[in-house]
């Protein structure tokens, strides 16, 4: 990795005053990749009817004021944005922007294509979505441009996974706005708002330990310091002939809160967000009461004040940190659930608009898929109606549907239209699809899921490649698992695992008030597949299924369209009461990735005042959850993010569908009361849960591939006529099969004449006793890369005889394999840097 | 005058296309001085909370976005706010603003303090706070900083004397935004939106003639195309990549609306007014898509479009539309009342706020009498507890009063209290007052009224001044007037003249519904006054006074608190039912000056459609308002701005005094309830109705100076000791009474060593037999000015033996003379240029 010229960086940090409280003033601005208007809308500023925000007059105004004073400073972190801008710029703009960055005024944090949400995305789009804004940023400024800090002011509760990700990525630290009100009480008192999260079970720290600050204001200014267009304090009025006059009350109350502040916090520095939600579209407002402010208050130093304020960036501001020499206390837990008041939890959101959450969860699978075919088929499955290398229409909708108003479902509905909009439209640009049809049946598929989407341009994507008949099913039919049915009730009343001989008891009903059980079918019985179906409400269905291949129950659920008609909102949660005991505790993933420990009514970092008994105990379930004993473990593998909890004894329950008839307050400004003309009685959702009943300790080797399968599930793909008798019908890219424990996340076209290939370990430290250990990989032997000669590392290091990698447990950069078959000097958007070879 | 160098002015027009249809965009922004907010809070952005305004913001963000690209045109309107922006500028940003000046590319228009209100102001008030104004544009620009056009564009119908004014001023033209719906139709329809107006009875055309002009669309841009932060219309999209490029469809909306706008005006060449209220604030919005706009508008030329697309200013307009050498429509009447739907007429602000009204008025009279004073007392007379020159602090609350949401009464409460406020502050800063304590008691007062203000403050300055005793008065009683009461109902029945033997009858009542009459005292009948005090309801009061040396008839009323506990607001007025038989007509003055006939449910210009029979015939009465026929004239004399009306024969209303309890939905956002602390209940107002008696061909040698020392009252002064046996108890600075027909309008010090002296001929033509006739004055005889030995005429020749001048009557430039004491190669701030000398 090269380094940013000594001009810049650090280099640039304002001076500090040793014996002085320092007060840190970081402008910026944040600027949510779609929300309460599209991404479009934002960056353009249209409808600002909805809410005044227009991105391009932000940079522009910004660039200008950064201009007028070279002591200025700011930060931006929305790269979908920020890119959008930059091409516009004539060069002269774009060169004197470069400046700036290489001078330290204008400095990325984050840097990812947006600030992705925490509770809903998968960690395989994070990080694609983390490399498209990084490696554009590298691309164009260079090491200048390299964000040093993450920066997730915003998202609703924060992922153990996520905080991994940026250590393993590079990042000097992390910032972040909003935890449990609790907890910020605890650690303001104890002077904990700056701590260093241990982020993995599996990575030996420090591998994964990255120091993480709790900004004051949540990212807003002090109250009675935001300055911008869009805020009301009272601006500085220092003309002296004037009669409201009022420098020494703003300099008052500055240090005021300034002093307040430094109570807070370990070190003689502070940090202020000087800044909000779309603010700088005018940012002559702020940076002339900034200038202003930072004159007078620092002017008192001569009477004796021992406050000196300046501007500042986060990495600035962390420099300082790091030099003070300190130990800060240690987080091992994450940071879920997100309450901001004793009564208002935000644990809704893990199931809200379920129908977009698996829309992007299949949209991540298939750009996958398309990003390898599109290797596999060379230069002419790039080729197509749509011009060149399509599948960047689907990156960038996936991209910015990782946004922590977007997959998480808190936006407005018409912000998700626009998001499902974008992902059909990634669908159709993916050339490869098109050319696979002339060429190809991939017949790889066994099962048939159809989504219910509220959006008519969804059925057109349904209608394209799910044109399915029966006679394709091509799976055989072994018996590993048992289900009972009670008799009476025709709920479910037990499952077995046939092959390691347990049974538990189980439950199953949905709930929201009592639903009363209508019939059982039993319509197909089949060496293929069983079914059971059962109807619980008009609005509530599902089909119990047993596949022949698989080792898992499926509860393929239907649930809406809620009715409304008693004026009363309605979530929808289905749950699984078992003879496990559980004794509280259960578990669910972080992004996809490592398993965390959650027990009732309990916080693994402070005391505890439990004031919902339910939504207070909800987390995020991304792909699983599970609840065990020492004998038995029920493993629940989701087809999307849902909210989850155990609050009984055996019990662990999941929200499939929620329909409200009034705002939460939180600034969406509508109820999530989803309903379109396709469905204009409500939206009617279908999604399968996964059951898999194991033993604990080989659990895992069960729910890592079954979740795997899940997340990149096969591609559905049909020719409207007979087969060709020549034509292919299997195809696999790898020459051989990749041991249990690989798991090939990424294989993309980089560049013309790059492709970029992330391995990784799938298993967590200890959850498998036959997985979870180093394993060795030989690429040559495992890949066809035939039309590849020459390849290297990311580490800078050119291998022309590659032969094998050694993989350890789930982690970067050391277990997963990061690389680009092609020598770059520049970091990597992605920022693996570290590799390990064979010996 | 010097002109502005060849580079700037007219010269820096952008070119236009003779054979297109030339779309002249004027970026604009319309800065209240002070209305929802004060003018503090204006300039600085504060209270943001009631509007988004900050005018320091504007002007910042325009300068610099007019340094981006020279094509770029902004006029500035409001000198208050840059007048006070400019203090606070560096030098070097001064030298550039200039650099923008001189080069047209930021142009001055109207260049007042303020855009006075054209109903309620009198006309020396307004002469005050343009030559205020203008004279910072001349001393820091010079030439190319001088209006060349007067902007109306937001007062609410438009006064004669006004145009008159601005003509004599030496402004090319006038526009407008606002006049009667009727009234715009029919000039639409008649392409009579640009007209000729002769603004003056008095003066020989072409003196009073100014072309006027009638924009568009009020003063905002067309729909569709507001692209200010304040606005959210889509602004042009112009990323071929994105989905939503929307340059087609703007441009097609926008040849579409200029086009039809063509079709409504006579030339080639159209405005369109791109900006609105505090608009500019981040100017960067508006200029980045006028930028696209015109480059997209004018690229359809390429494909055979005929609209060509400039950026422009309003003179640059102007001098196109000369170009045209067309003959406009000709108007010699007014647009008052304005009316902006059938049953909107904006009458009542003629009288809303009648306490405010009353106190800018004796402000102004306070004033002059302070600017004489300080001219008198010298230099000691100007230094005191507030430092120098203190006269300028009640110069500029009286010219920020003028403003059209100042003494028009349509701010908001706090707003009004501001502006009473600065006036008080006007008061007590006139340190000649405070020097005057100590030497003389200018015991020239006769009379007393206590005028209800609804303000503490106002008390204290009460207070300061009015500590009269009742045996000072110190007029002498000649009966001149009798008047009788009806013995049953107690109300007026008949007034006299005894002089010329005239009799009417005359009952006078206030209405709003049916008020019982109390009962009459006789309390006072002394050789100086006699008294008639009456009761009509607990809340009007009158009292009927008669002065020995008086001709006018005063009616002392007392209105108030006005109950509401009704629920119902309430317009109070009086009405006098006299025998004059009128035929409909009546007569009120134009900001004090020229008198204009009005006739009940008619228009001078237009076939009136009457909605409103009452709203529909209401007039501003700046200071009179007379009702006659072929042998009675009765004249009332008004001590404010007031409304009123003649709605039947021989009748003549008056509204004194109004109090709503809802929102008039015009953008002030709260009803006109005043109270306050002093009167909780509501608002007391005191006022003086004078009436006089003549024969119609000699009424205005009674009704110019009575109404004169109406306006400028004699100042009451007083000691706290006995007098000193040497006080000086009489002094004049005229050496010899002035001809009735010359009225001292200014005396104030200009600079260090300049005086600034207005005389003007207070007779209209033809209204008096005496006096509607040239007067000559000599200069010399009538003022003591030892001091000053030589003085210069304002037309630049230095004239050093000056002895006489001819007045003729009422008008600029030839018959009044402004001049200052000092030879100046600029031109002045008032304009007045051309002098006529002695034969």
Redesign the interface.
Known sequence: MLSCPSSAGFHSCHATKPNMLNVHLVPHTHDDVGWLKTV?QYY??????IQ?A?V??IL??VV?QLLKNPDRRFIYVETAFFY?WW??QSSSMQQTVKQLVNEGRLEFVNGGWCMSDEATTHYSAVIDQMTMGLRFLNETFGPCGRPRVAWHIDPFGHAREHASMFAQMGYDGFFFGRLDYQDRARRMVKREQELLWRASNSLTPPMADLFTGILPNGYNPPEGFCWD?S??D??I?D?PD???YNVDDVVKRFLTIANSQAMVYKTNHIIMTMGSDFQY??A??WY?NLDKLIRYVNGQQANGSKVNVLYSTPSCYLQELHRANLTWALKTDDFFPYADDAHDFWTGYFTSRPALKRYERISNSNLQTCNQLEILGGPVSRKGPFGDGESQTMKKAMAVAQHHDAVSGTEKQHVANDYARRLANGWQHCQVFQVLRGITLLNILCKLHLYAFSKPYMHDIVHLYFLLKTEYLCVHVLQFIRVTFDPDTGLLSSLSNLETKQTIKLTQNFYWLIIHLYCIHLPLQTPVVQEVRQWFAPWVSQVVRLYGDSRALELEWTVGPLPIDDDLGKEVITRLDTSIKTSEYFYTDSNGREMLQRKKDFRPTWNLSQSEPIAGNYYPINSRAFIKDDVDQLTVVTDRSQGGGSLQNGSLEIMLHRRLLYDDVRGVGEPLNESSGVFPEGLVVRGCLRLSLDRPPSAADAHRPLAQQVVLQPLLTFTDGDLHPNTQLEFSGLQAALPPAVHLLTLTQWDKDSVLLRLEHQFQSQESKVNSHPVTVNLIVFFAMAKISRFSWCCGIAITALKCIILKCLGFPLNTVYFIFKHTAHWQGEGFLNCTFCP
């Open positions: 479009d353009y500023g249209d409808r600002n009817d005044h227009g391009q007059y522009d105004s200008d959008r091409k516009q267009q805020c009301d009272p601006p009025r003309d004037l009669e409201d579209e005018n002559n407002l002339k």
